[in-house]
């Protein structure tokens, strides 16, 4: 059985958690990050040793408050090395990719937190965290000549029936040539929802089912306990909900 864990095995494109914290409103209502001028060398110093290349991406040329919430640099092991962390005002994400596993992920992860906490400078705006994300992208190869909603419900379980036209010249016109479909539910497991997205589109130039599972965690559904705990957490939700629907899929039919 396919698992979310293991990309070797998996469609596991991206991992991604995202960490924000809340800015300040400036004169003009614009979103500032008080801490942010400083912010990207105390981090640097502190993950040198792990991630030494440091990288100006092209959105570090506008000024922060014009972009808030958008990461402006990275910070790798090497050029094009995986996992890379990304920073920018008000937020900061861990991306794995090609030798993604939680094990590894998490303490990572936790350790980018704690170090995050330690390095934002100290100020009148203290250091308040205002959103979580844990994002997986997944992406599954699809045959051009067999129609899609056969190969959703083999892939996920899902069925799509949509009333047709009356069939001309034989042709029943029922075949579905892309699908793009979002649904947000209330996580009982978390504080937060979760998202589901299934669309068409393209993984190295061939035609790919797209499967973006997404735990999120905003305002009044922030944890009461600790960002670390939530994404274990919400971790925890993402496999389960990504196992059920490829167990749904490798049983349809």
Known sequence: MTTIENPNKSPLLEAIAEVRWNLQSGPKGEQVDPGYRLLPGRLSDRLGEEFPL??????????????????????????????????????????????????????????????????????????????????????????????????????????????????????DGHDVLNVSTTLTIKQPMLPGRATLTISTGLRSGEPALLLDLQMQSRKNDLPEDSAEMWFGRAHDCAKEWFTKLHREGSNAG
Request: glycine letters at 6%.
């Open 54 to 171: 440091f990288i100006d991406l092209p959105q570090a040329t506008v000024p922060p408050e014009m972009m808030p919430n958008v990461v402006r640099h990275q910070f790798r092991r090497g050029e094009n090395e995986w996992p890379v962390i990304q920073l920018g005002p008000g937020i900061v994400t861990l991306n794995d990719s090609s030798d993604y596993s939680w094990e590894k992920f998490y303490p990572r992860l936790k350790k980018l937190i704690c170090q995050l906490h330690d390095c934002y400078p100290k100020g009148n705006h203290s250091f308040s965290i205002a959103g979580l994300d844990l994002r997986y992208l997944n992406s599954f190869p699809i045959d051009v000549n067999t129609d899609l909603s056969e190969q959703l419900q083999h892939l996920f379980g899902v069925v799509v029936e949509i009333p047709a036209p009356d069939p001309i010249d034989g042709n």
